[in-house]
């Protein structure tokens, strides 16, 4: 009898031990189970790091190249070949953006260019029987344009790189543009102006900025525009 009963402690004391390397391992499984959490943690912290994130505002300088202000002058340009003078800046402007997550930021655009051509016009002047009555004369015309933008843009970013930082953005406000026609000399000095019927303006564009110092970057875009390529230098403000 007593061989019995300390046979059944002893198969009962097996168990026990074989229960807890059972919880232990059940653990050890939760433990194994609980390391992509701490992986994901990481990768947050490393998102956080990016000079790009929630919460900052940027503020860009630049500028466009060719620029396609001057195109309704081709024509006179291609006419009156080297006699023709071409002049004009932009486009120019200004880029404000606010980080409103980590991949989207919201802002604005002020873009500024105008251009202008000169080119002679020889002038004769006759009476009613058609003869001349002055010698021939020659005159300096000149066509200009002026193109003011003021858009909203929406950008969205892509990577979640420290310092690169590409992005792709749509912008759409008022435009503001006209042409005029100042006949310098000639005609009483005669001037007119067209303004554009639809005061719209629109860009897309895909570009990145590279973070040279954690406020300071350079940025390059390509898309439609006044001009195919836009380059500059932005400055972060928080």
């Given at each position: 009898m007593?061989?019995t009963?300390?046979?059944l402690?002893?198969?009962?004391t097996?168990?026990?031990?074989k229960?807890?390397?059972?919880?232990s391992?059940?653990?050890?499984?939760?433990?194994e189970i609980?390391?992509p959490?701490?992986?994901?943690?990481?990768?947050t912290?490393?998102r956080?790091r990016?000079?790009?994130?929630?919460?900052?505002?940027?503020?860009?300088?630049?500028y466009g190249?060719?620029?396609?202000?001057?195109a309704?002058?081709?024509d006179?340009?291609?006419?009156?070949?080297?006699?023709?003078?071409?002049s004009?800046?932009?486009?120019?402007?200004i880029?404000?953006?606010?980080?409103?997550?980590d991949?989207?930021?919201?802002?604005?655009?002020?873009?500024y260019?105008?251009?202008?051509?000169?080119?002679p016009?020889e002038?004769?002047?006759?009476?009613v029987?058609g003869?001349?009555?002055?010698?021939?004369?020659?005159?300096?015309?000149?066509?200009?344009?002026?193109?003011?933008?003021a858009?909203a843009r929406?950008?969205?970013?892509f990577?979640?790189?420290?310092?690169?930082?590409?992005?792709?953005?749509?912008?759409?406000?008022?435009?503001?543009?006209?042409i005029?026609?100042d006949n310098?000399?000639d005609?009483?000095g005669?001037?007119?102006?067209?303004?554009?019927p639809?005061?719209?303006?629109?860009e897309f564009?895909?570009?990145?900025?590279f973070?040279?110092?954690?406020k300071?970057?350079i940025?390059?875009?390509?898309g439609?525009?006044q001009?195919?390529?836009?380059?500059?230098?932005s400055?972060?403000?928080?």
């Amino acid at each position: 009898m007593k061989h019995t009963i300390f046979t059944l402690l002893f198969a009962i004391t097996c168990l026990a031990s074989k229960g807890s390397d059972t919880t232990s391992f059940a653990n050890n499984t939760s433990l194994e189970i609980s390391k992509p959490l701490h992986i994901s943690n990481v990768t947050t912290e490393r998102r956080n790091r990016n000079h790009f994130q929630k919460g900052v505002h940027i503020l860009g300088l630049g500028y466009g190249v060719p620029d396609f202000s001057g195109a309704p002058f081709k024509d006179l340009v291609d006419k009156y070949d080297t006699a023709a003078s071409v002049s004009g800046i932009g486009p120019a402007f200004i880029k404000y953006e606010y980080a409103a997550t980590d991949r989207i930021g919201i802002g604005a655009v002020i873009r500024y260019s105008s251009s202008k051509v000169e080119y002679p016009i020889e002038s004769t002047e006759y009476d009613v029987n058609g003869n001349r009555t002055t010698a021939d004369s020659t005159y300096t015309y000149a066509q200009s344009r002026m193109s003011i933008a003021a858009m909203a843009r929406i950008n969205y970013h892509f990577s979640t790189s420290r310092r690169f930082d590409p992005y792709a953005g749509l912008g759409i406000g008022y435009g503001y543009n006209n042409i005029k026609l100042d006949n310098v000399g000639d005609l009483a000095g005669s001037t007119a102006t067209v303004k554009a019927p639809l005061a719209l303006a629109a860009e897309f564009s895909v570009g990145a900025r590279f973070f040279i110092t954690p406020k300071f970057t350079i940025f390059g875009e390509l898309g439609l525009s006044q001009s195919v390529a836009n380059f500059g230098v932005s400055f972060k403000l928080k």
